[in-house]
């Protein structure tokens, strides 16, 4: 059956709230589906049961944050334990950290002259449904910026002293998505989020207790998908895929694009 096992909804950076995800993945004629958010596994459980509902094969999952030598790591979680406490406890410090992050970004604006403050910033509210993150619907609504390619390519940059922050290690992640029962694989290495050194990052995780990658990606070339899936097989690793559609927020990533099968992926225990 079709698949796509990479998608964001409002518990991160997404548009779309658990009813809409089941309805867009009935809707594109996809079987199997993963929830995968930023640090967060609110919107898993009520996933699940609508997913059940209309017969569709739906895996619990989780996208963790990690840093390793200086690098922002995304690993990803298939087949996780939503309750399990060492897992919540890893996405309640990523999202404090992000919290933070959003309130020194917008400090150091106020400090360069823009016109905003942050006691305006601290009192602000945004609907989820619209994507993204507080610092850039703010932003966004005081006029002072565009979408997120606006905002990475103008503002969230080493001119204005802003980077992610250090997150949680790479072991960190894979050991907490063990014991939440999960199979821990790296996202996207072959997108544009990584620049252009896959097998760089692919040396750089080499010492790391991985379960495998996601091969297949939105923002991958075929070359690329083909190259990750051999590597992966040839070390009897898992394989992973979804098109990281956030909705309606990143316009350039559709859901159910790249096409991917279920024989296309390795996910023991899982598909």
């Not at 699940?48 to 017969?55: D, Q, T």
């Not at 309640?92 to 959003?102: A, G, P, Q, T, W």
């Not at 945004?126 to 997120?148: E, F, N, P």
Request: charged share 25%.
């Amino acid at each position: 059956m079709r698949a796509d096992l990479h998608i964001h909804t409002t518990a991160s950076d997404g548009t779309w709230d658990p009813a809409d995800v089941v309805r867009e993945v009935k809707k594109a004629g996809i079987g199997a589906f993963a929830v995968t958010d930023h640090d967060s596994v609110r919107n898993v459980d009520e996933t699940a049961r609508l997913a059940k509902k209309e017969g569709l094969l739906f895996v619990p999952g989780v996208e963790l944050n990690t840093t390793k030598e200086g690098h922002n790591i995304h690993i990803l979680g298939y087949g996780i334990d939503t309750k399990n406490k060492r897992l919540l406890e890893l996405c309640d410090h990523n999202e404090s950290l992000l919290r933070k992050k959003d309130d020194d970004s917008i400090l150091l604006l106020v400090k360069e002259g823009w016109p905003i403050s942050m006691e305006e910033f601290r009192s602000y509210s945004y609907d989820r449904k619209r994507g993204g993150w507080k610092a850039l619907a703010y932003l966004q609504d005081k006029g002072l910026c565009g979408d997120v390619n606006d905002f990475f390519g103008r503002i969230f940059t080493a001119e204005h002293h802003l980077a992610f922050p250090v997150f949680a290690t790479v072991k960190d992640a894979i050991d907490a998505i063990h014991g939440a029962g999960g199979l821990a694989l790296c996202a996207h290495l072959a997108s544009s989020f990584h620049g252009s050194d896959m097998k760089g990052y692919l040396e750089l995780l080499s010492r790391e207790e991985l379960d495998g990658l996601e091969c297949y990606h939105s923002g991958h070339s075929r070359e690329d998908s083909l190259y990750l899936a051999g590597w992966c097989e040839t070390r009897h690793m898992c394989i992973s895929g979804g098109s990281d559609c956030h909705g309606s927020f990143v316009a350039s990533r559709h859901l159910g694009v790249p096409e991917i099968d279920t024989k296309m992926l390795m996910l023991p225990g899982i598909l």
